[in-house]
């Protein structure tokens, strides 16, 4: 039984955006297990990589996101591990080396943080949008301390919007 285009699309899109298994991606799209099989063998001999785009699909958009997040944490509980290290008082480094150290670590934490923010532009933006309100909310409090009230009652809906837009 000869299938659209469209069929094989749609599978393709259940294996690689979806997730989904080869069986589940036939299932889905209404084909069998072999044929999706053989339809992403014909398509990597034709260059279209559905393993690659798979992958590339993980970790692009929301996969991105969640990417550079356990990437940083990873970075940091290493360079957390690095810091108890250097707190340990058996550790038989010298205070030069110990300096060396500190300093290589405030690099590499400045430029994890410059990496992150640049995958994450919108985080960094919700960040700074949120420092800023801090601000006004402690300007308010401190010139205006009669529209404390008010504020509040507009920061709470303000800030769901800011995470809306920035999220």
Not at 23 to 35: K, Q
Not at 121 to 128: C, N, Q
Request: glycine share 4%; aromatic share 6%.
């Amino acid at each position: 039984m000869a299938h659209t285009d469209e069929t094989r699309r749609r599978a393709r899109a259940y294996y690689v955006h979806d997730r989904l298994s080869l069986e589940a991606a036939g299932d889905r799209a209404g084909v069998s297990h072999s044929t999706v099989a053989r339809w992403k063998r014909v398509a990597l001999q034709e260059g279209d990589d559905w393993d690659r785009a798979r992958a590339a699909s993980s970790i692009s958009a929301e996969g991105l996101k969640t990417t550079a997040q356990a990437v940083l944490e990873d970075y940091l509980v290493q360079h957390q591990a690095t810091l108890e290290g250097l707190r340990n008082p058996d550790a038989a480094i010298t205070p030069l080396q110990r300096a060396e150290v500190l300093s290589r670590l405030s690099d590499s934490f400045h430029k994890a943080l410059a990496a992150h923010a640049k995958l994450q532009p919108e985080l960094s933006r919700l960040a700074v949008s949120m420092d800023v309100m801090k601000l006004l909310a402690g300007f308010i409090r401190e010139r205006y301390p009669q529209h404390v009230a008010v504020f509040l009652e507009i920061l709470e809906p303000f800030g769901e919007e800011l995470s809306r837009a920035y999220a």
